[in-house]
T-cell receptor
Framework: NAGVTQTPKFQVLKTGQSMTLQCAQD?????MYWYRQDPGMGLRLIYY???????DKGEVPNGYNVSRLNKREFSLRLESAAPSQTSVYFC?????????????FGPGTRLTVT | AQSVTQLDSQVPVFEEAPVELRCNYS??????LFWYVQYPNQGLQLLLK??????LVKGINGFEAEFNKSQTSFHLRKPSVHISDTAEYFC???????????????FGKGTLLTVNP
């Protein structure tokens, strides 16, 4: 049981390049999330998927697209990277509701855009 | 919409001293409350959560937090810290949407706890 996995761990892009961050979970969770973490800003929600086949914008969606490929996988795409997208990106998945509610986080992808 | 304020960006303490990390939230509906810890260059790990019931919640590594609805606070405490507690701590809130299932988390900006020998 690997939990939430993310690839790659590190990436350097030039301005204007594109890339896809991959996320997978093996816990059979319905909901998945993408966050970015910047110094002094905490984590901010980019996009989320409440269930397979649905995606919705979070707090900071501009410049990103997502795909919920299946129940396990939720990818984040940068079509034309900008220096403002330099950040650490975390994927998370959520279990249950009520007393069983918890979000589980992946190890993160550190992205630098030059 | 909900929001979270962590009142201290940095808290330095000496080993074996008590510590309190402060968190206030605002929301127009009932909420779930969480504290996460992030060790250097790692992901986030859940310390504890308040969903309902007893307002004093105990978590891992000897941490506890108290939910105070009237003061809209959820402060994190530990009676005696160790060097290994040095990390960044995040308070987060998730509003309960009636009939909804979004359960989006809103995070505070974090508090860096540094434990010195």
């Amino acid at each position: 049981n690997a939990g939430v996995t993310q690839t790659p761990k590190f990436q350097v892009l030039k301005t204007g390049q594109s890339m896809t961050l991959q996320c997978a979970q093996d816990m059979n969770h319905n909901s998945m999330y993408w966050y970015r973490q910047d110094p002094g800003m905490g984590l901010r929600l980019i996009y989320y998927s409440a269930s397979e086949g649905t995606t919705d914008k979070g707090e900071v969606p501009n410049g990103y697209n997502v795909s919920r490929l299946n129940k396990r996988e939720f990818s984040l795409r940068l079509e034309s990277a900008a220096p403002s997208q330099t950040s650490v990106y975390f994927c998370a998945s959520r279990t249950g509701t009520g007393e069983f509610y918890e979000q589980y986080f992946g190890p993160g992808t550190r992205l630098t855009v030059t | 919409a909900q929001s979270v304020t962590q009142l201290d960006s940095q808290v330095p303490v000496f080993e074996e001293a008590p510590v309190e990390l402060r968190c206030n939230y605002s929301s127009s509906v009932s909420v779930y409350l969480f504290w996460y810890v992030q060790y250097p260059n790692q992901g986030l790990q859940l310390l504890l959560k308040y969903l309902s019931g007893s307002t004093l919640v105990k978590g891992i590594n000897g941490f506890e937090a108290e939910f105070n609805k009237s003061q809209t606070s959820f402060h994190l405490r530990k009676p005696s810290v160790h060097i290994s507690d040095t990390a960044e701590y995040f308070c987060a809130v998730s509003a309960l949407n009636s009939g909804g299932s979004n359960y989006k988390l809103t995070f505070g900006k974090g508090t860096l706890l540094t434990v010195n020998p």
